[in-house]
C-alpha cells in the first residue's frame, strides 16, 4: 500500500523557516512526480508546488514563489519543502501526494495525512 | 477568489443524481485536462476522476466526469449517504504555470 507521511509542521513566529518532509513507502518513489497542496483552516485546496520524478523540473504557485523550495531524495524516498519568509496566510494544513506520472500534473492519486503550520506574532 | 468557479452547494435526495460544474477559462480548462476530488471533512482529498473523464481504479462508475470548452462536469448518481463530501475541481493553467482548484462544492443528501 502506498503511505505517505509528512511531519515538519509547527507553530512559528512570521519571517521564520520550516522544512517539512513527506517519507514515501509502497511504490517506487523515484517513478512519480510528487505535490505539496494546502488548505487553510475552513477554505478550499491550494495548490502549492510540484517536482517532477528527477526533481529536475519544479513549479510553484505565484503564492509561494521565491519563499518556498520543493526537492526529493529518491535514494531515502523523501520529499521536502522548505519553507522560508513565512507569512500569517501560509497557515494551513500542508499535504503531500503523489502522482500518476513522472511529470507534474494534478493526477494526485495518493495523499498524506498532512502536517500542520501555524505562523503566528 | 478561485480561479476555477463552482457551485457552493448542491443537494439532492439518496438514490439520485447530481451535476456539479466547474468554469474555467482557456489557459486552464479550455486548454488542458480537468481532475476531481472528494473531501469528507477531516480527510485527505480523495482522488476521483482525472484527464476529465478516467476514474483510478476503486473509484466506483457512480462518478464520472465531462469537459467542454472551458468548463466541467462531475456527475454523481444513485447518491449516498457517504457521498456527503466537499468536491474540487482542479487542472493545470498555462498562464500560470502551476495547477489551480475550484473553491469547492459541497454536496448534501437531503
Known amino acids: 500500500d502506498v503511505q505517505l507521511l509528512e511531519s515538519g509542521g509547527d507553530l512559528i513566529q512570521p519571517g521564520g523557516s520550516l522544512r517539512l518532509s513527506c517519507a514515501a513507502s509502497?511504490?517506487?518513489?523515484?517513478?512519480?512526480?510528487m505535490t505539496w497542496v494546502r488548505q487553510a483552516p475552513g477554505k478550499g485546496l491550494e495548490w502549492v508546488s510540484g517536482?517532477?520524478?528527477?526533481?529536475?523540473?519544479?513549479y510553484y504557485a505565484d503564492s509561494v514563489k521565491g519563499r518556498f523550495t520543493i526537492s526529493r531524495d529518491n535514494s531515502a524516498n523523501t520529499l521536502y519543502l522548505r519553507m522560508n519568509s513565512l507569512r500569517s496566510e501560509d497557515t494551513a494544513v500542508y499535504y503531500c501526494?503523489?502522482?500518476?506520472?513522472?511529470?507534474?500534473?494534478?493526477?494526485?492519486?495518493?495523499w498524506g495525512q498532512g502536517t500542520q503550520v501555524t505562523v503566528f506574532s | 477568489q478561485s480561479v476555477l468557479t463552482q457551485p457552493p452547494s448542491v443537494s439532492a435526495a439518496p438514490g439520485r443524481k447530481v451535476n456539479i460544474s466547474c468554469s474555467g477559462s482557456?489557459?486552464?480548462?479550455?486548454?488542458?485536462?480537468v481532475a476531481w476530488f472528494q473531501q469528507v471533512p477531516g480527510t485527505a482529498p480523495k482522488l476521483l476522476i482525472y484527464?476529465?473523464?478516467k476514474r483510478p481504479s476503486g473509484i466506483p462508475d457512480r462518478f464520472s466526469g465531462s469537459k467542454s470548452g472551458t468548463s466541467a462536469n462531475l456527475g454523481i448518481t444513485g447518491l449516498q449517504t457517504g457521498d456527503e463530501a466537499e468536491y474540487y475541481c482542479?487542472?493545470?493553467?498555462?498562464?500560470?504555470?502551476?495547477?489551480?482548484f475550484g473553491g469547492g462544492t459541497q454536496v448534501t443528501i437531503l
Open positions: 501526494a503523489k502522482g500518476l506520472t513522472e511529470e507534474v500534473t494534478l493526477w494526485l492519486d495518493s
Open positions: 509502497g511504490f517506487k518513489f523515484s517513478d512519480f512526480a
Open positions: 517536482l517532477n520524478s528527477a526533481g529536475l523540473s519544479t
Open positions: 482557456s489557459s486552464n480548462i479550455g486548454y488542458n485536462s
Open positions: 484527464e476529465n473523464n
Open positions: 482542479g487542472t493545470w493553467d498555462s498562464s500560470l504555470s502551476g495547477a489551480v
